[in-house]
């Protein structure tokens, strides 16, 4: 750094004295622009479920959503990101469910795009919230099938671009599954949909709530550490985010968020496409157990957003969305 001078003639405290100071001079800023809501769908009717792990968040049935799209509408979020909670009866060895044209994703796409052409959709492709071991692909010998997985993974995305899906987000972590959708995807005449590729996904431990709200951690017994990242290796996000932009990944996630503002930072300096977070379902229920044991105030959340945003994030995908947008206004 080159020599900026030193007290008393600098003082930088001068910059910070006034409110319209302070905002004159802000680095980074967090707008309803940046945010993506993640939303729980569940089989039934006039159902609003808590999930216990997630204090302030539900599992809606279908006759809800329409509501929830005209609040993030009005809130000028730009998208929401579809999760179904998938009944056990329905779930098998394959994931076959994620293929129905009639299971709960397939039916909200239906029923969103019918009546909001305004707001983006997302929808996760994977095949946990399906698979009767909780696991993103299809096994055979006590390992999940990188080539086979993809196949069923094609089949997803195809589905879900028919139903009306403006962003496909693989989560799975399959190796060269980005290049297999994008051209099956051109193919089908789905060129303008956009993939969002969970190019940096780590084997976390903040992941336990979500599968809770999905319906998957009871069913896991194992982890994924043969297919997500080891969260000891930042190098390595290089090398995915580069091979999924070469692939036709149109932006890139790094997943988790807050114990990884390094990759963000890392990624958003070394490629020039835009960088997502994904504040996931641990940070989001410690942040908001603190905040309801008094422990922190609500300000935190702002201040968890805006370091994303500090270290590059163009976008977070928060269960905080709904809430921080109202102070955003």
């Known amino acids: 750094m080159k020599n900026i001078g030193s007290y008393p003639n600098v003082r930088l405290r001068r910059n910070r004295k006034t409110d319209w100071s302070r905002r004159l001079v802000r680095e980074s ?3 309803a622009n940046d945010l993506i809501w993640p939303i729980f769908i569940r089989e039934g009717k006039n159902i609003k479920e808590p999930i216990k792990t997630m204090p302030g968040v539900y ?3 279908l006759d809800k959503i329409e509501k929830l799209v005209e609040r993030a509408i009005s809130k000028k979020i730009p ?3 579809l999760f179904p909670h998938t009944e056990t009866s329905k779930k098998n060895l394959k994931g076959s469910e994620a293929l129905n044209k009639n299971n709960l994703i397939c039916k909200a796409l ?3 795009k019918k009546n909001y052409k305004e707001i983006g959709l997302m929808c996760d492709v994977a095949l946990d ?5 909780g696991h993103d692909g299809i096994i055979k010998k006590n390992y999940v099938d990188n080539d086979e997985t ?6 997803q995305s195809i589905l879900q671009a028919e139903m009306g899906c403006d962003v496909i987000a693989p989560s799975d972590m399959m190796d060269g599954r980005i290049g297999q959708i994008r051209k099956a995807l051109d193919k089908n005449g789905y060129q303008l949909v956009q993939i969002l590729s969970y190019a940096v996904k780590y084997a976390s431990n903040f992941y336990g709530p979500f599968r809770d709200a999905v319906g998957s951690k009871r069913l896991l017994k194992s982890d994924k550490k ?3 990242m080891d969260f000891s290796n930042a190098k390595e996000s290089l090398r995915e985010v580069a091979l999924d932009i070469n692939e036709g990944a149109d932006f890139v996630m790094v997943k988790p968020g807050l114990p990884y503002l390094d ?3 890392l990624v958003k300096d070394n490629f020039k496409i835009p960088v997502f977070a994904y504040q996931v379902s641990g940070e989001y229920s410690l942040i908001k157990n603190g905040i309801n044991n008094g422990l922190i105030t609500n300000e935190a959340i702002y201040e968890s957003l805006i370091s994303f945003k500090r270290a590059g994030a163009s976008a977070i995908v928060t269960y905080f969305a709904d809430e921080i947008a109202n102070k955003l206004k």
Do not use: E, F, G, V
């Not at 919230?129 to 071991?133: A, G, I, Q």
């Open 29 to 31: 800023d967090l707008s």
């Open 110 to 112: 239906r029923l969103i």
């Open 226 to 228: 043969n297919y997500q």
């Open 129 to 133: 919230p399906y698979t009767s071991h």
């Open 59 to 61: 599992r809606y049935s």
């Open 150 to 155: 993809i196949k069923i993974l094609i089949k």
């Open 263 to 265: 990759i963000i930072k």
């Open 79 to 81: 998208m929401i990101a």
